[in-house]
């Protein structure tokens, strides 16, 4: 695999345990890193995000080939598995760490994640108005070690179980051609 022809994409749909969970299991994704984004301060630990205070939001970094896997399939599949119309919510988890994002890295990410909200707005996809927010990559700091790949080391736990396992069970069975 050539790596320059891999792209970046950076997604923020609630706890990133089970975004990282869902865009792992695509065909085409290389890489899924958790981390924060979007935030004031320099170098946060979990600790510190947690508390909401820094501004940033628990995120993925991805790493996936175009030819084999668009951005707006990206993006389809992070609107399809987290609810994208509560703010600074995904089930349990509050705050404005756990908010609805999209970060663009260029001008096309920009406009796609734009065209595929008002795409889906337009369709009525959702009971309620989407409020992710579309913001430009800012740095990306990678999590501690222990959030790495959680969902596939911890699936006995019952936050995997209840929160994470449904949102695989859709992502298998509304796009089940994408998955590896």
Known sequence: MNELKLKKA????????CTEAVFQRLEGVENVVSGFTGGQIKNPA???????????????DIDFDPARISYEELLLVFFATHDPTTL???QN????????????HD??????????IALLESKKMFENPIVTEVSEASPFYIAEEEHQDFYNQHRQQP?????????????????????K
């Open 46 to 60: 979990y600790r510190e995000i947690i508390t909401g205070r820094t501004g940033h939001a628990e995120a993925i």
């Open 159 to 179: 936050y995997c179980q209840f929160i994470i396992d449904p949102k695989i069970t859709k992502l298998k069975k509304l796009f089940s051609d994408k998955l």
């Open 107 to 116: 001008t096309e990410q920009k406009e796609k994640a734009e065209e595929v």
């Open 88 to 90: 600074n919510r995904q």
């Open 93 to 104: 988890d509050v705050g404005t760490q756990y908010r609805s994002a999209v970060f663009y």
């Open 10 to 17: 950076t997604l923020a749909g609630g706890c990133f345990w």
